[in-house]
């Protein structure tokens, strides 16, 4: 016999309903609005006012001229590489430093941990920084935007927590047959915890993909320029007059309206379809990292 909920239990399984949709309809509104107006008529789209439900007087317009400006399709190439690049280096930098720290044996294993976390507090500053990256001669080039960044303090300490998760007697007995501490690390370690390697995938990925505040300060050539630093420009520099070349004045304003709009798309929904992948190892990850201190 199933059990009837109370009133007061079912009144309160309502209103968490009600807010969940509408917390859920307030995040995705913004992303629906940018796609329809990009999507839209530029004429149409400068004159509507209030909430846009669906594209006005539907046009790719935009998204044809988005692809044909060079400068985005160079952005996405120099992103690709900072994403590609730099998500290797940054979980193999991650993993290698989480499995020295996760060891029991290590001489001043918390002292390096509180270095470590003292690092997510307090920085040397911004100029420091840059002079460090110009001394060893990262400026204007794509890696000053991948090597400094290799680790994160954050990132490093739960992949070190998930490694202390694994039991003893598993590295025990690969010691016994021989392995060494790459053997244990990349055939037992990393493959118990994969979904704490997805999540932090996810992390540095989304990290990388929409860097461009250091991408702006490092990078001089407009050749190096990564896709957000891109975007930056076109949304606070209003500069989309070369995409709409051709255009009488007025049109190009509108055209100009729509193409932020199809820009922002471009550069926006490449990492929003990486989640769904890896959506099933999120929460288990994050949790696996979170169980031992």
Same mark, same amino acid.
Not at 27 to 56: C, M, N, R, W
Not at 151 to 158: E, G, K, Q, R, V
């Given at each position: ?13 309502? %209103?968490?309903?009600?807010? *969940? ?5 307030? !995040? $995705?509104? +913004?992303?629906?609005?940018? &796609? /329809? ?95 460090? %990256?110009?001394?060893?001669? *990262? ?5 000053? !935007? $991948?090597? +400094?960044?290799?680790?994160? &303090? /954050? ?107 199809? !820009? $922002? ?29």
């Amino acid at each position: 016999m199933v059990e009837k909920k109370p009133l007061s239990e079912k009144l309160f399984d309502l %209103v968490l309903h009600i807010l *969940l949709v509408l917390l859920m309809i307030i !995040t $995705i509104y +913004p992303l629906l609005h940018v &796609a /329809f107006a990009s999507l839209s008529d530029p004429e149409q789209i400068i004159a509507h006012k209030g909430v846009l439900l669906k594209p006005l007087g539907f046009s790719w317009a935009a998204y044809q001229m988005v692809f044909k400006n060079p400068a985005i399709l160079i952005g996405y190439g120099n992103t690709l590489f900072i994403v590609v690049f730099g998500l290797l280096v940054s979980l193999t930098m991650t993993a290698l430093g989480a499995y020295v720290l996760s060891r029991k044996n290590v001489m001043w294993n918390k002292v390096f941990m509180i270095m470590i976390v003292i690092t997510m507090f307090f920085n040397g500053g911004l100029i420091p920084f840059y002079l460090v %990256v110009k001394g060893v001669g *990262l400026l204007d080039s794509l890696w000053s !935007t $991948i090597i +400094p960044f290799s680790i994160s &303090a /954050f990132n490093l300490i739960i992949m070190r927590t998930a490694f202390m998760a694994v039991p003893d007697s598993l590295e025990e007995s690969a010691k016994m047959d021989g392995a060494n501490h790459f053997t244990i690390l990349f055939r037992i370690i990393i493959p118990l915890s994969l979904p704490v390697i997805a999540v932090m995938a996810l992390y540095y990925a989304v990290e990388k993909w929409n860097g461009w505040f250091y991408a702006s300060i490092f990078i001089r050539d407009r050749h190096l320029y990564p896709l957000q630093l891109i975007l930056r420009e076109i949304l606070i520099a209003n500069s989309t007059d070369s995409m709409s070349t051709g255009a009488a004045l007025g049109d190009q304003y509108q055209i100009g309206e729509t193409i932020k709009y199809a !820009t $922002i798309m471009v550069a926006t929904v490449p990492i929003l379809f990486v989640y769904p992948f890896v959506q099933k190892y999120f929460v288990k990850g994050v949790m696996i990292g979170a169980l031992k201190g």
